[in-house]
């Protein structure tokens, strides 16, 4: 059974920064392309980034372009998500998953952790 356990959010001023951690169990990381999500409230869910299994292409949505960086630790079997220059807009719950395209949809393939609260102050 796969559990996924996200930490490191916070509340922060804008222009902060925080390093949001995804540890994942049940499931070898390195043979799964991830990918974080963030929902905030009244809204859909959203992916913010992906990675491939090996880590080495990222993509990145662009309200979230040149200030989120996804980056993975294989051994550890931990997926990070490194938030600069946080904006007020940023304020959701962010939450990681393993991810597929379908088409030009990018699918979760898990349930879903509890996520991880990020508050961004203005």
């Known amino acids: 059974q796969v559990q996924l356990v996200e930490s490191g959010g916070g509340l922060v001023q804008a222009g902060g920064s925080l390093r949001l951690s995804c540890a994942v169990s049940?499931?070898?990381?390195?043979?799964?392309?991830m990918g974080w999500f963030r929902q905030a409230p009244g809204k859909e869910r959203q992916t913010v980034a992906r990675d491939s299994g090996s880590g080495g292409r990222t993509y990145y949505a662009d309200p979230v372009k040149g200030r989120f960086t996804i980056s993975r630790d294989n051994a550890k079997n931990t997926v990070y998500l490194q938030i600069d220059s946080l904006k007020p807009e940023d304020t959701a719950v962010y939450y990681c998953?393993?991810?597929?395209?379908?088409?030009?949809?990018?699918?979760?393939?898990w349930g879903w952790g509890q996520g991880t609260q990020v508050t961004v102050s203005s």
């Open positions: 049940g499931r070898t990381l390195r043979n799964y392309d």
């Open positions: 998953n393993a991810v597929i395209q379908v088409g030009t949809t990018v699918q979760e393939m």
